[in-house]
């Protein structure tokens, strides 16, 4: 079975026959002949964000939310490279992200034409695959090889470019079973495990033998869906279980074999469970820098067992209740277990970057699976807006919350207008602290306390509120702080909160960077 079709509309029925239905995107010259084909084409909705930074992030809280593809579109030049933030948070984090970009004509290729850019160069980085579709009789076959790759083991972001008039010239439309997507989720198959049956049994008598055997858990066990196994695995040993800040949600944080979240800003009991374990089994997790600390001094008496889907990920890498002075302004704490009390813990929060992400971390009673967001591995100012919206997207029944500082909210501020004009209910919390608080942090500890180009100012949030047309309100008073959450909460479609912190609160404790684990900061620096 065959028809003719223009490239942009082989584009549409590739990706409906994928079974992708929501995109995320913004026009331009070169990707006009696929918006056309976009036009009242039936299952494919799009989202017009107010910056093309949005859409990959949006694409990339849907791929994670809805643990599948997230699509994004974007025009040559400018929309594309717009795209390279989200495209690197998502390689980073493992998330499965398509990007399908406009490109200038064949013929204008390499002649430095009106909003060129070689963008399969430029993302060749942040990419686990990337193509220039130069022919449309191979552009269907491109998608579909770029949607399978994006979710084959390690998930992560692809690129198709397609260069304008391969999107107007015509070719037959054919199912070609390449990819074989299905309806373009993860295939959890059972891997075969047939050659790993020695290391098995060598770490069963690992943990056997150990007398401080830990376990710590990465966003790998959310990817695969192996919060079964894992917790199987840990109650069947009793090994506590660490969860790193991409793997929190992987396990329940009410259970009592889970400590929390290790590294920079974990817990010093962690820390220090870390330092003395005799045996750590590692799951789905890089080891990364944030996590280790110095490696020279990591963990100096445990074996490692590392067990990844990414083989080149093997140790590559390799307080007490927290003590904060909030003199006046509010708590953080008082915060976030309010929202959680709002919440009932139905809801999905989506953090952005900053010591705000790291009381999310370190706080919030996160009890069901993957409903931990945030930009982990790239840190990536800017994502939690966005990337909230491809979240409720992906999950239309539950409260999604997207939590900022001043700094971050104020990058992807303008997708307000996107919630408004598409519909979608993402509540937003801001926690105005007047400073880009996590580097005037190391500013005070490292830098003799000089606030170089940290202090910065909002506008009235309030009135931005407004001016999109949604309820917003400022909370200066932990007395309000509930009615503002449950109103927000409560009250259909997008809703703002700002809630107005203590300016110079810390998050304690803190690994000196690239300090060792043993070394905690409980107090700042004198
Ligand atoms: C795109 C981007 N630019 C810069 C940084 C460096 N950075 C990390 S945290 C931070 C401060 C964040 O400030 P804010 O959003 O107000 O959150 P807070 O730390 O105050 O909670 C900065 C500038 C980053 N992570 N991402």
């Known amino acids: 079975m065959s028809e003719l079709l223009t490239g942009a509309q082989i584009i549409c029925r590739t990706l409906v026959d994928a079974g992708v239905d929501v995109l995320f995107g913004y026009p331009g010259g070169a990707i006009m002949p696929f918006y056309d084909a976009l036009h009242g084409h039936a299952g494919l909705r799009h989202i017009l964000v107010r910056h093309e930074q949005a859409a990959a992030h949006a694409a990339d809280g849907y791929a994670r939310a809805g643990n599948r593809v997230g699509v994004c579109i974007a025009t040559s030049g400018p929309g594309a490279t717009n795209l390279v933030t989200g495209l690197a948070t998502a390689h980073m984090d493992g998330s499965p992200v398509l990007a399908v970009t406009g490109q200038v004509g064949r013929p204008m290729l390499g002649r430095d034409a009106f909003q060129e850019t070689d963008v399969v160069g430029v993302t060749m980085p942040v990419t686990k695959h990337n193509v220039l579709v130069r022919d449309v009789e191979d552009l269907a076959d491109d998608l579909r090889t770029a949607l399978a790759i994006a979710i084959e083991g390690r998930p992560g972001p692809v690129l198709v470019d397609v260069p304008k008039d391969v999107q107007n010239q015509k070719a037959e439309y054919r199912v070609s079973g390449v990819g074989d997507l299905g309806s373009g989720k993860p295939r959890h198959q059972a891997p075969d495990t047939g050659h790993l049956e020695e290391a098995i049994q060598q770490t069963a008598q690992l943990i056997a033998a150990a007398e401080r055997p830990i376990m710590m858990i990465g966003r790998g066990v959310i990817v695969s869906g192996a919060y079964d196994a894992v917790r199987a695995l840990a109650e069947r040993t009793g090994m506590p279980v660490i969860t790193t800040l991409l793997g929190i949600s992987a396990f329940p944080q009410a259970h009592e074999l889970h400590l929390g979240m290790p590294g920079m800003h974990g817990e010093v009991h962690i820390n220090k469970a870390i330092q003395a374990a005799d045996l750590i089994v590692g799951i789905g997790l890089r080891f990364d820098d944030r996590v280790t600390g110095n490696t020279a001094t990591f963990a100096p008496r445990a074996k490692i067992v590392h067990i990844d889907i990414d083989v080149g990920a093997e140790i590559r890498n390799l307080m007490h209740p927290r003590e904060e002075v909030f003199s006046g302004g509010l708590s953080p704490e008082v915060i976030l277990s309010t929202l959680a009390e709002v919440t009932g813990g139905r809801g999905t929060i989506v953090s952005d970057v900053g010591q705000h992400q790291m009381w999310v971390a370190q706080r919030y009673p996160f009890q069901r699976p993957n409903t931990h967001i945030t930009s982990g591995g790239l840190g990536a100012m800017g994502f939690a807006v966005p990337a909230a919206m491809g979240v409720r997207l992906a999950r239309p029944g539950e409260p999604v919350w997207a939590i900022s500082g001043d700094g971050g909210f104020q990058m992807n501020m303008a997708e307000i207008a996107t919630m408004v004009q598409e519909g979608i209910e993402v509540k ?34 309030v009135k931005l509120a407004a001016a999109y047309g949604i309820p917003g309100w400022r909370v200066k008073q932990a007395s309000e702080v509930a009615d503002a959450l449950r109103q927000a909460n409560q009250t259909p479609g997008p809703t703002l909160v700002e809630l107005v912190i203590e300016q110079e609160a810390n998050v304690f404790p803190m690994i000196v960077p690239g300090g060792s684990l043993s070394e905690p900061l409980e107090a700042a620096p004198v």
Do not use: E, K
Request: hydrophobic share 35%; glycine share 12%.
């Open 428 to 461: 937003l919390a801001i926690f105005n602290n007047g400073y880009l608080g996590m580097v005037r942090q190391w500013q005070q500890f490292f830098h003799g306390g000089r606030y170089s180009n940290t202090p910065i100012w909002s506008p009235d949030y």
